[in-house]
C-alpha cells in the first residue's frame, strides 16, 4: 500500500487505532533552541503488511507538542516522495539543532540520531506544508516552519519531525 499515502488515507486511518498493535515503539522528543523541538518515532508493527497510513496516523495523533488537531491542518498539506540525500540532510539538520539545544539535549534522542543509518533506507517521504496556496494551517503548530519525514528501514518505520518556532 506505499502508493496510496494520502492525506485522506492518513485520516481514513485513525478507525483502524484501535486494533493496532505494535511489536516494538520508541517516541523521543526533545526541545532544541526557543520553542524548537525535534522528534524521532520508530515502530515495528506486528503485521506483515507495513500500512503508512496507519502507522502516520499513529504517529500525528500521538504528537506531544501540537496545538492544531490533525484534521485541522493534515488536509493543508502534501506526500512526496523524496531521495535518501534529502533524508540524509534533514537527519545532519536535526542532530545540530540537538548540539544547539538551550538546556541539555535528550541523551536518548540524540544517541538513537546518531545510531540511526539510512544507508538501507527505502520508501522515503516528506509531508509538505510549505505551499502557500493551500489554507492554513499547514502544521500542528501555529509559529514557524515544520519539517516531517518518514520511512522504512526493513520491518521499521520511522518518523522524523523537525519544529522550528521562529
Not at 506486528?46 to 496545538?67: K, Q, Y
Request: aromatic share 10%; with cysteine.
Amino acid at each position: 500500500m506505499l502508493h496510496n499515502i494520502t492525506t485522506q488515507a492518513i485520516l481514513a486511518a485513525r478507525s483502524e487505532l484501535i486494533e493496532f498493535t505494535l511489536e516494538s515503539a520508541n517516541d523521543f522528543f526533545s526541545s532544541t533552541w526557543q520553542a524548537s523541538h525535534i522528534r524521532l518515532v520508530e515502530l515495528v508493527p506486528d503485521e506483515v503488511e507495513i500500512r503508512f497510513p496507519v502507522l502516520l496516523a499513529h504517529v500525528l495523533t500521538r504528537n506531544p507538542a501540537g496545538g492544531y488537531p490533525l484534521e485541522e491542518w493534515l488536509p493543508n498539506t502534501s506526500i512526496q516522495k523524496i531521495e535518501k540525500q534529502s533524508l540524509r540532510e534533514a537527519l545532519e539538520g536535526a542532530r545540530e539543532d540537538l548540539q544547539e539545544a538551550d538546556d541539555r539535549p535528550n541523551e536518548l534522542l540524540a544517541d538513537a540520531l546518531a545510531r540511526l543509518s539510512i544507508q538501507d533506507a527505502e520508501s522515503c517521504y516528506t509531508i509538505l506544508a510549505d505551499d502557500p496556496n493551500l489554507p492554513r494551517p499547514r502544521s500542528a503548530y501555529k509559529y514557524g516552519p515544520t519539517y516531517q519525514y518518514f520511512w522504512l528501514k526493513g520491518n521499521r518505520f520511522y518518523y522524523l519531525e523537525i519544529h522550528h518556532e521562529s
